[in-house]
């Protein structure tokens, strides 16, 4: 299983930044799909979840300006962030677990090598 991500960038405060994640070697639908992130000098994260039954799940930090999405037919994640602040900067990681709930580490069976996102004051 691999998980590929891409749209990461710099961005001023206010902005808005798509990632995307595409999966391949995922053979079956009964997953979770989510994104962690890991700041300087901060514990990584899980920040949002969707599950196999398309139930998303946000943490608060997140919550009403970032939009995860799923194109099963593509295998591909979304991760809509707008209204960006610097605390948003961090490392953004794909995931993917048999779990139902892909915020937690221990539920994490895959992960994407990581794409970097920067908001600037």
């Known amino acids: 299983v691999q998980l590929v991500e891409s749209g990461g960038g710099s961005v001023q405060a206010g902005g808005s930044l798509r990632l995307s994640c595409t999966a391949s070697?995922?053979?079956?639908?009964?997953?979770?799909w989510g994104w962690f992130r890991q700041g300087p000098g901060k514990e990584r994260e899980g920040i949002v979840s969707i599950d196999y039954d398309s139930t998303t799940r946000y943490v608060d930090s997140v919550k009403g300006r970032f939009t995860i999405s799923r194109d099963a037919a593509k295998s591909t994640l979304y991760l809509q962030m707008n209204s960006l602040k610097p605390e948003d900067t961090a490392m953004y990681y794909c995931?993917?677990?048999?779990?139902?709930?892909?915020?937690?580490?221990?539920?994490?069976?895959?992960w994407g090598q990581g794409t970097q996102v920067t908001v600037s004051s």
């Open positions: 995931v993917a677990g048999r779990g139902s709930v892909c915020l937690y580490d221990y539920a994490i069976n895959y």
């Open positions: 070697g995922l053979t079956s639908s009964n997953y979770c």
